[in-house]
């Protein structure tokens, strides 16, 4: 049953899936399995509990991105990661391929999103528009093949599909990410944008935590020789 899920990390408060592409973390209009109903049945398992298994869920990745998902085991760790997660105090390191060369090595990008729920799609838009929030991400190319280029993306604001709309606004949209621009789709339906880590003060031993996700099993991802 549990072959779905990869578990990177648990304590008594938290515990940490390394998610797959194309993997939905909540319920939508699918009704396709969801990872946080996975991990309640892996807990309800492991632990013979009765009854209702509590998992809350303090932050999100989109469905096509894989990597860290982090998920609270009880309501104070929840309270208390919601906290972390809204003072902007987590650090959130990604990893992208693209096909087309960024202009820098290395950039601070600072734009202005505009979300547009009815396409589930946010612009980079001018900082004019009143609607439009703050983005800003670093990156750095880290590698390259003969087709592709890897960047490591540190994420400092957290905005809707953030680093897929700064990446293609610079000309470099993520591969198998049509909705941005890419000109074809992956198999697994997802992207090749990972969550790589994240690192935050631990919300009940207040210590600073890493947890890293090891990269996705795809071909495309062992070109780099990254480990």
Known sequence: MHKQLEIIYEDNHIIAVNKRASQIVQGDKTGDRVLSELVKEFLKEKYSKQGNVYLGLPHRLDRPVSGVVLFAK????????????????????????????????????????????????????????????????EYKLIAKSERYYLLEINLITGRHHQIRAQLANMGCPIRGDLKYGYPRSNKNGGINLHSRKISFIHPVQKEEITITAPFPEEKIWTIFNIS
């Open 74 to 137: 009880t309501s104070k760790a929840l309270t208390r990661l919601n906290a972390i997660f809204k003072s902007a105090s987590v650090q959130k390191t990604y990893y992208a391929i693209v096909a087309n060369p960024p202009a820098k090595t290395e950039d601070k990008l600072i734009d202005y999103i505009y979300r547009n729920t009815k396409q589930n799609k946010s612009y980079v838009v001018d900082s004019s528009n009143q609607e439009a929030k703050k983005a800003i991400l």
